[in-house]
């Protein structure tokens, strides 16, 4: 596969989505070097804390905006089918976790694992979509 896109709409979505990426990575590390550096409290502890969560938004709308822009009907039916298998994944996940939690008193899972689960979980059904429409 060129890594090269010719397609104008997967040009967008990959500059849109490595500009949203590295922007989450900056933000996770700036809150967390501020909060254990500073100790902030109150509004500033919230807004740091909720930092990183402005670029995971952002590539919702990258995504939205992919599909809005992308004129392959093909394309675009294998990320929505993807994204589908995705959102099983991590809700098969999370609720045979949410069992285990309640009645075999494993650890609590945490939320903020969930959309980059659901990304795993995608990407790996990406493959297979692409795999079985050879």
Request: net charge neutral; with cysteine; hydrophobic share 50%.
């Amino acid at each position: 596969m060129n890594c090269l896109q010719k397609n104008p709409a997967t040009r967008h979505y990959l500059y849109r989505f490595v500009s949203t990426m590295t922007a989450y990575v900056v933000f996770l590390l700036f809150a967390e070097w501020a909060i254990h550096s500073f100790h902030p409290t109150g509004s500033l502890l919230y807004a740091l804390a909720a930092l990183p969560a402005i670029p995971i938004i952002g590539i919702i709308v990258v995504v939205g905006l992919y599909l809005a822009e992308e004129k392959d009907e093909f394309q675009r039916n294998l990320l929505i089918q993807s994204m589908l298998w995705g959102l099983g994944g991590i809700l098969s996940l999370t609720s045979v976790w949410g069992f285990l939690q309640l009645y075999a008193h494993v650890h609590p899972f945490q939320p903020f694992m969930a959309f980059p689960l659901f990304w795993c979980f995608q990407g790996i059904e990406t493959g297979v979509l692409r795999w079985s429409y050879r």
